[in-house]
Nanobody, 116 residues
Framework: QVQLVESGGGLVQAGGSLTLSCAVSRITFAIYASGWYRQAPGQQRELVASIFSGGATNYADSVKGRFTISRGNAQNTVYLQMNNLKSEDTAVYYC??????????WGQGTQVTVSS
């Protein structure tokens, strides 16, 4: 069974940094896109960042210039480097991987809490 295991969440003060990791294992299809969503309590899920097989990236306007999405050299891990964190970044962050078998896989979610 394919697994997406997230790590790196936690507590951080405003202005601090965190790096989230999403490790993909046991895949049988190539991944053509990966990304991160987040959902704050009482809020809709929103797309934070995406990265595609050719290296192109997309970012939500709210995180542009502060967050960086990247992949490991083996392309089995996706990272989200988050700098200058704000209280509005507090949410559960979910990674996803879109693969050539036509599916979307989701991580279990990791909590990021930014205190003022």
């Amino acid at each position: 069974q394919v697994q997406l295991v997230e790590s790196g969440g936690g507590l951080v003060q405003a202005g601090g940094s965190l790096t989230l990791s999403c490790a993909v294992s046991r895949i049988t299809f190539a991944i053509y896109a990966s990304g991160w969503y987040r959902q704050a309590p009482g809020q809709q899920r929103e797309l934070v960042a995406s990265i595609f097989s050719g290296g192109a990236t997309n970012y939500a306007d709210s995180v542009k210039g502060r967050f960086t999405i990247s992949r490991g050299n083996a392309q089995n891990t996706v990272y989200l480097q988050m700098n200058n964190l704000k209280s509005e970044d507090t949410a559960v962050y979910y990674c996803h991987a879109d693969h050539t078998g036509g599916g979307r896989l989701w991580g279990q979610g990791t909590q990021v809490t930014v205190s003022s």
